[in-house]
Every structure is written in structure tokens, then in C-alpha cells.
């Protein structure tokens, strides 16, 4: 029971301390599925990309 009481203070903190959410703070104290808990650089070799599209608008003419 002290040690489930200790990763959720673990948990709490992280999310306190970076603003996001409690699920997303407590997927860095839960083992990955092979067995190796997430580190903070995260070793993986994908990269998430947010990209958004906006119309071009021509400059207007000078006179």
C-alpha cells in the first residue's frame, strides 16, 4: 500500500510540476510493454508532428 501511495505522489507531482494531465504524467512511472519503464528523453525513434494548413493570402498591389 506505501509503495502505490508513493507512485501516486510521484504521479501528482510530475503533472504539478510540467501542467499536463495526471494519465499523461503517469504513463512516465508505468512499464512499457517490454517490460523497461519510460525515461524522460524517451528513447523511441518516432517523432510526433503537429501541422496545420492556413490559405496564402496574395499582398495586396502598390500603388
Known amino acids: 500500500m506505501t509503495a502505490h501511495r508513493n507512485v ?3 504521479v501528482r507531482a510530475r503533472a504539478a510540476k510540467t ?3 495526471y ?3 503517469l504513463r512516465y512511472f ?3 510493454p517490454s ?3 519510460m525515461s524522460e528523453a524517451g528513447n523511441s525513434k518516432s517523432v510526433r508532428l503537429a ?3 492556413t ?3 496574395e499582398d495586396p ?3
Do not use: I, W
Request: hydrophobic fraction near 20%; aromatic fraction near 0%.
Open 55 to 57: 490559405p496564402v493570402r
Open 8 to 10: 501516486k505522489r510521484q
Open 35 to 37: 517490460g523497461d519503464v
Open 51 to 53: 501541422v496545420a494548413q
Open 30 to 32: 508505468r512499464p512499457t
Open 61 to 63: 498591389p502598390r500603388r
Open 23 to 25: 494519465t499523461s504524467a
Open 19 to 21: 501542467g499536463e494531465s
